[in-house]
């Protein structure tokens, strides 16, 4: 699963300022336990791929966020 999301973002399939799969959908994409989604997407976050906003969601690291999640305040 984490080798899968960070060829995905290094690959382009998501862009910088993409926002990247809810924790739910990446459990149903690789029909894993959301403790299990934790821990791989901490991975690249920690390697500065991915952009967590409290509330909004994860984005690729890079760019404004992209995301349909709402306008900021």
């Known amino acids: 699963m984490l080798d899968a999301l960070t ?7 998501y862009k910088p ?12 994409r690789f029909n894993a336990a959301r403790e ?13 791929l991915i952009v967590a906003e409290w509330g909004r969601g994860s984005y690729v690291a890079g760019g404004p966020p992209t995301g349909s999640a709402g306008s900021p305040h």
């Open 7 to 13: 060829t995905d973002i290094r690959g382009g399939r």
């Open 17 to 28: 300022g993409d926002r990247i799969p809810s924790e739910p959908e990446l459990c149903d």
């Open 36 to 48: 299990t989604v934790r821990r791989a997407v901490r991975v690249p976050r920690e390697r500065g």
